[in-house]
């Protein structure tokens, strides 16, 4: 057996022990990177480090340390309040409410997990009132939080922005977090269609102003994740989420009684609540209004001057933490740390590949199909099908070096079809056995979780089956980048 064939099935089994048990995979992957480097490629450990990216480590932990900024005075809470109230009390724009508020917390930062524990279980408690579908509600949040996960500044983006930039391939930023966003916004569309949203338009209209804690409900959503509907292999990243959920507090408009609900103690609860004091997360104070403005610093810094996101991000962060001390004192605990480790411990053992010729090799293999359009549908369902089960940030750093030599040959655009395999590997995350999808499983009050469990599994495995191919069409074909 080769040496790069061995590599290969090390990273295979990766995969497989991190779905299975609660091991993050970047440590696995840590492990793996110096047991084939020293037994099979006869690398030393400088050769090993050779393969760390450095530069994607301060990135992923400056921006999700400004988050955790954000996170901690208040500030998303206030842009949760915000958002909720650009509806006017209309149940119809609800849905799309919550599709926007998920898509611009992760577009400014936010884990994708992260801000789905904060929104799903706000959004599932409208759905349950206001008798909206479950399924439509759950997958506007996924979906809005995947649609704005591919921007500039945000953790995904950062991530295949680096990787593309590592691998010398030609990439657009913003090519890449529009083509995600479009794909997302047509499935919500779909779904929004499919599933009643229509039919919202004949309800009456919410009313201010009470508030809708989170933080309870999201806490219990957390820590209620079922065991089959959360696999080990989300563990890393659903980490990262918890504290965020549990931490989450977020109102919303209370309404007009709609009648009979399917569950009674969520409908009483606003009326409970809006008789206590008046919640602070809807005012604006000097620690947010300067958190907001240094949200907008970072958007301007790397988009207009072409600034480093992550030596950007954490210099703000480092100015608010110096103003606002106590805001900040816990925010370097809830970095997104076991995100970091993963990312890092992935790249690195794609670097002990590349030290040892598996990428060469591997891209040679795929390129010795002999048609490169279905070597490049092929790479988009193997992400799409292992990133329903796995963590969707591992699959995109493994899958898309791999891809270097085949792409190197110029007969398919880099630009598509890296944006194909991105959109293959994350819009798949409303799988139940995703820390998304498992996320708003257990957020949903007043429904039949088995019943919920198979509408989500099926409708998963609907966006495996058919996004791949279509995102290949749009994309790939074309022979964009």
Partial sequence: MSAELISILVLVVVFVIATTRSINMGALAFAAAFGVGELVADLDADK??????????????????????????????????????LVRGRVVLIPWVMFVLTGALTAIGAVSPAAVAIVAPIALSFAARYHISPLLMGAMVVHGAQGGGFSPISIYGTIVNGIVEREKLPGNEIALFLASLVVNLVIAAVVFVLFGGLKLRNDDSVTETASVSASSSSSSASSSVPSSAAPSSASSVATSAVPAASSASAGADTVS????????DAKSAPEDRAEGPEDDTTRLNPARMATLAALVALVVAVLAFDLDAGLTSITLAVLLSTFWPEDSRTAVTQIAWPTVLLICGVLTYVGVLDEMGT???AGEGVSDIGVPLLSAVLLCYIGALVSAFASSVGIMGALIPLAVPFLAQGEIGAVGMVAALAVSATVVDVSPFSTNGALVLAAAPGVDRERFFRQLMVYGGVVVAVVPAVVWLALVVPHWG
Avoid at 73 to 82: C, E, I, K, Q, R
Avoid at 257 to 264: F, K, N, Q, T
């Fill in 359 to 361: 990428i060469d090799w």
């Fill in 48 to 85: 090993i480090f050779a393969g760390f990216p450095g530069a994607l480590f301060v990135v992923l932990v400056g921006v999700t340390y400004l988050f955790a900024i954000a996170r901690a005075n208040g500030t998303t809470d206030w842009l949760v309040h915000a958002s909720i109230r």
């Fill in 257 to 264: 009684d709609p009648g009979p609900g399917p569950d009674a």
